[in-house]
């Protein structure tokens, strides 16, 4: 069951073509009571199974900067050439891209112009908190709310719609966001705008330190003469089990490494926290040691495409 209370959203009456001329992707309708306009920017491994969830409730059109993914969902979402034309018309647009980067340069002044006065912007994509924390006082200048609120749970979770959403931002700004994360999964507030982030950070300690730790006694069990499946199936119900020994722990005794979640964002990730730690004179110190492992096998072993659970392929790597 969600966390949250539904709320409705009433329309706004925009235009379908901004001052900047961009035609909206969007089709003009009287009857709002289907659901909101949305428009999600970053169709990847995440994206793309959110917008196919949003879809199926809401008026949903995409952009992608590799044109390629945001046009394998024509079938359920319109697709803008362009991040504004993709905005124009939208009561909310989900930002779901690489890195803090990547948002900036998306969500830009004349993305932001486009969006139209008392839009939501939702930061789905995980971003160092700064990054956030300046963009929601720009989208502000421009009459808009913002919440940041990355997620947790993979591409499994995204498809099922259980994601963790972990959000930062006004109360009042987070109800009105219902409608969205509602159909994605499980939403918690936080605290103000980059608590979201701050969160997910601590997600994705606990996640690549976790996978460390499973990977690593797969491989000691193997070692020493125990099958790393029955070990997996043994440990189930202990205090040694957890979702990653359930589902990464699978990846590694299969040697399936097709990423859900890809060694390069965990390493990013990793990066933002420690960045986070050092400004706050924190030491984590194995927080640091997984940090480095990621980064060689990312920098100099080329696993930068593959899921976060390759840890353990890199730990053969690491014998050689």
């Known amino acids: 069951m ?29 009857d709002w009571s289907a659901g909101m306009k949305i428009a999600v ?16 409730v809401h008026d949903v059109a995409v952009w992608n900067r590799s044109p390629k993914k945001a046009n394998a969902l024509r079938d359920v979402c319109a697709v803008g050439a362009t991040p504004q034309a993709a905005v124009t ?50 989208a502000l200048r421009h009459g808009l709310d913002y ?17 963790a959403i972990l959000v930062g931002g006004s109360e009042a700004t987070f109800a009105r966001a219902a409608p969205v994360f509602n159909v994605l999964g499980r939403a918690k507030l936080l605290g103000d705008l980059g608590a979201g982030q701050v969160a997910k950070l601590a997600n994705q300690l606990i996640v690549a330190t976790t996978i460390g730790a499973v990977a690593e006694a797969m491989k000691l069990a193997e070692a020493g003469g125990c099958d790393p499946a029955a070990l997996r199936d043994a440990l189930r119900g202990g205090f040694a089990d957890s979702r990653i020994l359930d589902l990464h722990g699978l990846r590694m005794v299969e040697g399936n490494f097709t990423p859900g979640g890809r060694s390069v964002a965990q390493l990013k990730d990793l990066d933002n926290a420690i960045a986070l730690a050092h400004a706050n ?20 072993h080329n696993g930068g495409e593959k899921d976060h659970s390759a840890y353990y392929e890199w730990l053969d790597l690491r014998q050689n």
């Open 147 to 163: 919440l940041d609120a990355p997620v947790s749970g993979g591409v499994a979770g995204a498809k099922a719609g259980s994601l």
């Open 281 to 300: 004179s924190l030491s984590l110190p194995l927080s640091e040691t997984i940090t480095a492992g990621f980064r060689d096998f990312v920098e100099i």
């Open 89 to 138: 018309g939208a009561d909310c647009v989900i930002m779901m891209l690489m890195d803090g980067l990547a948002t900036r340069s998306v969500l830009d002044n004349a993305t932001m112009a486009t969006i139209g006065h008392r839009g939501l912007i939702i930061d789905m994509g995980s971003v160092d908190p700064d990054t956030d924390r300046d963009l929601a006082l720009q």
């Open 2 to 30: 969600l966390s949250i209370t539904k709320c409705a959203i009433k329309p706004k009456g925009r235009q379908y073509e901004s001052n900047y001329g961009h035609k909206s992707a969007f089709t003009p309708r009287r």
């Open 41 to 56: 920017l970053g169709t990847g491994l995440m994206g793309a199974p959110m917008a196919r969830r949003l879809a199926a």
